[in-house]
């Protein structure tokens, strides 16, 4: 029998916030641990197959295949509402018109 590891998985919304923890395998991916949480099932909104996860703020590529590491904080990404270069941009040009 495998090891047991502790890992967090958070998913935030801007109304409803989620913090996890579980006990997996050690060995377990990054993509099972966040299926092991069950946040699907809590989110009707939450795609896993379209998701980006990251891991204290850098985003694993490779879900599928990244090994969770005792103590990991697994952070499930939502898309931008709308991109915050482009919008400084817009608003620079918008100040320069006067």
Do not use: W
Not at 9 to 30: I, K, N, R, S
Not at 47 to 57: H, P
Request: aromatic content about 6%; hydrophobic content about 40%; overall charge negative.
């Amino acid at each position: 029998m495998a090891d047991k590891i502790t890992v967090e998985v958070v998913y935030a919304l801007p109304d409803a916030q989620c913090l996890l923890t579980l006990q997996v395998e050690e060995g377990t991916t990054l993509l099972e641990a966040v299926r092991q949480a069950g946040l699907e099932e809590q989110f009707d909104e939450l795609d896993l197959s379209a998701a980006t996860f990251g891991m204290f703020g850098s985003i694993i590529k490779t879900p599928a295949a990244y090994r969770v590491s005792d103590h990991d904080r697994i952070e499930i990404y939502r898309p931008l509402l709308r991109d915050p270069k482009l919008r400084r941009k817009k608003k620079a040009v918008v100040g320069n018109e006067n």
